[in-house]
């Protein structure tokens, strides 16, 4: 006696099609994980103060473009990062470090990562120049005035002495 086994379906060339359909559809959806993790549409930028510099740590640093503030952080160990999401294929932006008064203009790409590295001099340049122009205002304010050339000359010596006093 001879025994039979029936299977609960029988593969006709339509449900082999639809079975091939069907798995490569499963595939195809097992893999948007992997795909979505290969296009990464993140920018970041590193930034870093010098060693030597003290006093930037637990300031605010901002990564802005046209549209407003794309992030922002705090500064800690004379370091930062900041990172945004690029959905183009650049993005002009500007990193904006208030406490120093320095702003860089930059442009963002998907996945690329920009070390941006804030020189002690202009550093120094920055602050000297804004103190300046304070004193300059306040002078203003109650009517004496220097000319350009003696505060572009006073700004100049007073950079130089400043810098060289911080290197020793």
């Given at each position: 006696?001879?025994?039979?086994?029936?299977?609960?379906?029988?593969?006709?060339?339509?449900?082999?099609?639809?079975?091939?359909?069907?798995?490569?559809?499963?595939?195809?959806?097992?893999?948007?994980?992997?795909?979505?993790?290969?296009?990464?549409?993140?920018?970041?930028?590193?930034?870093?103060?010098?060693?030597?510099?003290?006093?930037?740590?637990?300031?605010?640093?901002?990564?802005?473009?046209?549209?407003?503030?794309?992030?922002?952080c705090?500064?800690?160990?004379?370091?930062?990062?900041?990172?945004?999401?690029?959905?183009?294929?650049?993005?002009?932006?500007?990193?904006?470090?208030?406490c120093?008064?320095?702003?860089?203009a930059?442009?963002?790409?998907?996945?690329?990562?920009?070390?941006?590295?804030?020189?002690?001099?202009?550093?120094?340049?920055?602050?000297?120049?804004?103190a300046?122009h304070?004193?300059?205002?306040?002078?203003?304010?109650?009517?004496?005035?220097?000319?350009?050339?003696?505060?572009?000359?006073?700004?100049?010596?007073?950079?130089?002495?400043f810098?060289?006093?911080?290197?020793?």
């Amino acid at each position: 006696m001879s025994k039979q086994f029936y299977l609960p379906f029988s593969f006709t060339p339509t449900t082999m099609r639809n079975t091939i359909l069907l798995l490569t559809l499963v595939a195809l959806i097992g893999l948007i994980p992997w795909m979505v993790s290969r296009n990464n549409h993140t920018a970041t930028v590193h930034g870093s103060f010098p060693e030597e510099l003290t006093g930037v740590d637990y300031n605010w640093v901002y990564l802005t473009s046209e549209d407003g503030v794309l992030d922002s952080c705090i500064v800690s160990k004379n370091r930062f990062e900041l990172q945004t999401e690029v959905n183009q294929r650049q993005l002009a932006a500007t990193i904006e470090i208030p406490c120093c008064s320095l702003s860089q203009a930059l442009t963002l790409r998907p996945d690329h990562e920009i070390e941006v590295r804030v020189s002690l001099d202009e550093y120094y340049r920055r602050k000297v120049e804004y103190a300046l122009h304070e004193a300059t205002a306040r002078l203003d304010e109650h009517g004496l005035s220097i000319p350009d050339s003696l505060w572009m000359q006073m700004r100049d010596s007073v950079l130089k002495v400043f810098i060289e006093m911080q290197k020793e």
